[in-house]
């Protein structure tokens, strides 16, 4: 999945920063920037996916099931739907939910 990412940090590392691609510091950087771009652009993914996912769910349609659900099947329903735990051992919801 990375792999253009692979060949194009080396190039980044050693003309740009003008660092030999030599451990120890050259391997660090490479490590470095590979690695801090591949998590951002994972969470940057897995924020959109889950944001869609939630577009999915009205919030009335959600705060109903959630009522009708009681000790810990609510608990799990609530973390899996995103949901304070507190909030279904009360009974409320959110006033925006």
Avoid: C
Avoid at 83 to 89: D, E, K, L, S
Wanted: aromatic share 14%; net charge positive.
């Amino acid at each position: 999945m990375f792999h253009w990412l692979e060949k194009l940090i080396p190039v980044f590392v050693e003309s740009v920063l003008k660092t030999p691609g030599n451990p120890p510091l050259g391997g660090s950087l490479h490590f470095f920037f590979y690695d801090a771009i591949k998590i951002l652009i994972l969470v940057s993914l897995m924020i959109f996916a889950i944001s869609y996912l939630r577009s999915w769910f009205q919030p009335q349609k959600t705060k109903e099931m959630l009522t009708q659900a009681k000790g810990v099947k609510a608990n799990f329903a609530a973390s899996r739907l995103g949901i304070g735990i507190g909030a279904v051992i009360r009974g409320w919801a959110p006033a925006d939910f």
